[in-house]
């Protein structure tokens, strides 16, 4: 802070907040402190008579909802709604919202249960009925003809809330997520996979824990996403957290997504198999259109959700939307 690098100083808060475990109590204070900071070092954005981005708190359920809004310059290309996944803040995609509307498109992006402050400081946590926050968007926005994208787990959460809602017209999917569960394991050998879904079956929580605890202890990032994910999804153990996932599959109500779909992989991704589309896709039998995108190494695009260049992505998501709508 003193050198002027405010911008820094909110990327070392915010991940600093970001590998702290629920119960520490500097957690919910350096997550204030990097979206004070955040929102002092980009107020120009925020502040005057006409501002660029326009917030709001859309009341839900004991929460409120952060929504950012931007319309562009010209004529609308189309309105889109985005947002993030297992472990986002809205923040972190500013800029992707300020490209979209440079490229012609109205975005509503927001925060839902178990993301950035509605969990962090609200207090309310992930639900796998990601049609109810949504519904609530589009009504209180009094939205229709939307695409939504949903980014990571948003990748599950997006198209489930299409599923329900016919206001939504297109899908984005930037990440291929068709069952949590299955996603936990994918980077496992075939093996581990299968014995993880036997014992799962079985209800095998004290050998599942012990399992899981020796993985932890040899793996900082494992032992963060079990903390975490008791954290986010309320539950008291690493079985219980696994057992919840299932909730968050795609198959119950993939019959019921109507809407044109893209889906965005990543080749190299650490945390997803890029194999499990062709469970996806099968699954997907009554949508309007599908199109898989697969990003590789060549294009510096095959790291989770294109980290590397996400650029790429969002054009082709922009690109995708604007064929789709010319063929209507």
Request: charged share 25%; hydrophobic share 40%; proline share 4%.
């Amino acid at each position: 802070m003193k050198e002027g690098r405010t911008d820094n100083a909110i990327a070392y808060y915010r991940m600093s907040e970001f590998f702290m475990y629920d119960g520490d109590p500097d957690k919910r204070k350096y997550y204030e402190k990097a979206t004070k900071l955040f929102y002092e070092y980009y107020a120009d954005f925020f502040e005057g008579e006409n501002p660029k981005i326009e917030r709001y708190d859309v009341p839900y359920e004991n929460v409120k909802l952060p929504v950012m809004h931007v319309v562009p310059y010209g004529e609308s290309k189309g309105t889109i709604l985005i947002h993030g996944g297992n472990d986002s803040y809205f923040e972190e995609f500013l800029f992707t919202v300020l490209y979209m509307q440079e490229q012609g498109f109205e975005v509503y992006m927001f925060e839902g249960p178990g993301q950035g402050g509605v969990m962090r400081v609200q207090g309310m946590h992930f639900t796998h009925e990601w049609e109810k926050p949504v519904k609530v968007i589009l009504d209180y926005f009094k939205l229709s003809d939307v695409t939504i994208i949903g980014i990571s787990l948003g990748g599950y959460l997006a198209p489930r809330a299409a599923a329900f809602d016919k206001r939504i017209t297109k899908v984005v999917a930037w990440s291929i997520f068709p069952c949590f569960q299955d996603i936990l394991v994918s980077m496992q050998p075939q093996g581990t996979q299968r014995a993880f879904h036997i014992l799962m079956k079985l209800h095998a929580r004290p050998l599942l824990n012990l399992v899981f605890g020796k993985k932890a202890k040899k793996s900082p990032i494992i032992d963060w996403g079990i903390k975490h994910g008791c954290y986010a999804y309320e539950a008291k153990d690493a079985y219980s957290y696994a057992k919840k996932l299932k909730l968050y599959d795609i198959a119950p109500v993939a019959d019921q997504i109507t809407q044109d779909m893209l889906i965005l992989g990543a080749s190299g991704d650490h945390f997803i198999d890029y194999h499990l589309i062709g469970k996806e896709i099968n699954m997907l039998r009554n949508v309007r259109s599908l199109t898989f995108r697969l990003f590789t190494d060549k294009e510096e695009a095959e790291n989770h959700c294109n980290v590397g260049n996400g650029k790429l992505a969002i054009d082709e998501i922009l690109s995708w939307i604007t064929r789709i709508g010319s063929k209507e």
